[in-house]
């Protein structure tokens, strides 16, 4: 009965371990399936420690949604721009994917409408989808001295608030309440 009760106990230890096996082979193969079969992937925000994330740059490829398809191509600052433009004066516009230009083509963004309507002002579209305050204040500094711009604008919805408690799990505060910089890749690799 002893040497009953214990062969029952092996096998529902092993039964288990299976079981959990199991499960973490499969979730392993859904997640390498959904990242070699994802259209945005080429797009898809790397982190980055300096800005903590920034699209991929010089990538080209069509996305796919049931709402639209269009051609995303990134330049090598990984923004959705390939105008360059030697204009007198230069405006940043920092933003989330309205200036981004998600789900539209590239010359139907606001930001190539303002530059195909006139030559005295450049603007610089630094659009990011899923972009916060949190997440410029990071950026701004890095975008100032790369490009130099003579004006900043910063595009807000309500919703790029609620972004901002997103992003709180991958950035350093000061004591002060204030972004420091992005936390370590690993910790970033583990919350997202």
């Not at 796919?64 to 600052?77: G, K, L, R």
């Not at 994917?97 to 409408?113: A, L, Q």
């Not at 997440?135 to 608030?161: A, G, M, R, S, W």
């Not at 901002?164 to 910790?187: A, M, V």
Request: hydrophobic residues 40%; charged residues 25%.
């Amino acid at each position: 009965v002893c040497v009953r009760l214990r062969l029952d106990s092996v096998l529902q230890m092993k039964k288990k371990i299976f079981t959990i096996a199991f499960f973490a082979f499969n979730i392993l193969i859904l997640e390498f399936g959904f990242s070699v079969l994802d259209p945005e992937e080429i797009f898809v925000k790397g982190f980055d420690k300096e800005l903590l994330f920034r699209m991929y740059g010089g990538k080209k490829g069509k996305v796919v949604s049931d709402e639209f398809s269009v051609t995303v191509e990134t330049n090598e600052n990984g923004f959705r721009q390939s105008r360059i433009n030697n204009a007198p004066k230069r405006v940043l516009v920092m933003g989330d994917s309205f200036t981004e230009g998600w789900g539209v083509e590239e010359n139907e963004t606001y930001i190539e409408k303002l530059n195909s309507s006139q030559n005295k002002i450049f603007f610089i579209n630094a659009g990011l989808h899923g972009s916060s305050p949190a997440l410029f204040t990071i950026q701004l500094p890095y975008l100032l001295i790369k490009f130099k711009p003579d004006h900043i604008i910063v595009q807000l919805f309500d919703n790029d608030l609620d972004d901002n408690d997103k992003l709180e799990r991958f950035i350093s505060f000061h004591p002060d309440g204030k972004t420091q910089r992005p936390k370590e890749k690993i910790l970033a690799n583990i919350f997202s």
